[in-house]
């Protein structure tokens, strides 16, 4: 089973800043099943990210995604207010689905 | 568009069984995955289970033995049985769901609360 370990826990940035969020696989992992979400409080989540690189539709081109093997990286290039909010990496294989344990993107 | 709303109790006592509903809305429940996905109070998300509009299951193997999903065509819905729940069991409940061609949920219910407690 692909356990899924994001880090930091939490990254304290002022808006304008760049954001870089790690998500690491136990073992390699397709690119094309590796997933990021975002969740603001009280809300559901939403897709961002999917096949590691490619924006879901209404997605700004801030967020990006890059990544292989076992090491995944989520960023957004210039943090706008409405981008503090948590972050999960989500994984799909041997038709179990996994998320990691997410980063929470604060204001600092 | 697809939307989709969770309902059941929002209280359920130890022991017993934890039913949740999604109403499937704006769309045929064909030719997707649904799943439930749940969220403990101030944790992450994890995943229960899913159900392939044929009928085909896959459960989390944590809550396997206490998971069931459901399918019911004529009324565009699936549900959630969980057995046995305890205090560990509250969370805020999602569905999901996910085009039969690809790896990722693009739509979700609004969630719905569900606590464990006498």
């Known amino acids: 089973e692909i356990v899924l370990t994001q880090s930091p826990g939490t990254l304290s940035l002022s808006p304008g800043e760049r954001a870089t969020l790690s998500c690491r696989a136990s073992q390699s992992i397709s690119s094309s099943y590796l997933v990021w979400y975002q969740q603001k409080p009280g809300q559901a989540p939403r897709l961002l990210i999917y096949g590691t690189s490619s924006r879901a539709t209404g997605i700004p081109d801030r967020f990006s995604g890059s990544g292989s093997g076992t090491d995944f990286t989520l960023t957004i290039s210039r943090l706008e207010p409405e981008d503090f909010a948590v972050y999960y990496c989500?994984?799909?294989?041997?038709?179990?689905?996994?998320f990691g344990g997410g980063t929470k993107v604060e204001i600092k | 568009q697809v939307q989709l709303q969770e309902s059941g109790p929002g209280l359920v006592k130890p022991s017993e069984t934890l039913s949740l509903t999604c109403t499937v809305s704006g769309g045929s429940i064909s030719n997707y995955y649904w799943s439930w996905v749940r969220q403990p109070p101030g944790k992450g998300l994890e995943w229960i289970g899913y159900i392939y509009y044929t009928g085909i299951t896959n459960y989390n193997p944590s809550l396997k033995s206490r998971v069931t999903i459901s399918l019911d065509t004529s009324n565009n819905q699936f549900s959630l049985r969980l057995t046995s729940v305890t205090a560990a069991d509250t969370a805020v409940y999602y569905c999901?769901?996910?085009?039969?061609?690809?790896?990722?949920?693009?739509?979700w219910g609004k969630g719905t609360t569900v606590t464990v407690s006498s």
């Open positions: 989500q994984h799909y294989g041997s038709f179990l689905l996994t």
């Open positions: 999901a769901g996910r085009d039969e061609y690809f790896y990722y949920m693009d739509v």
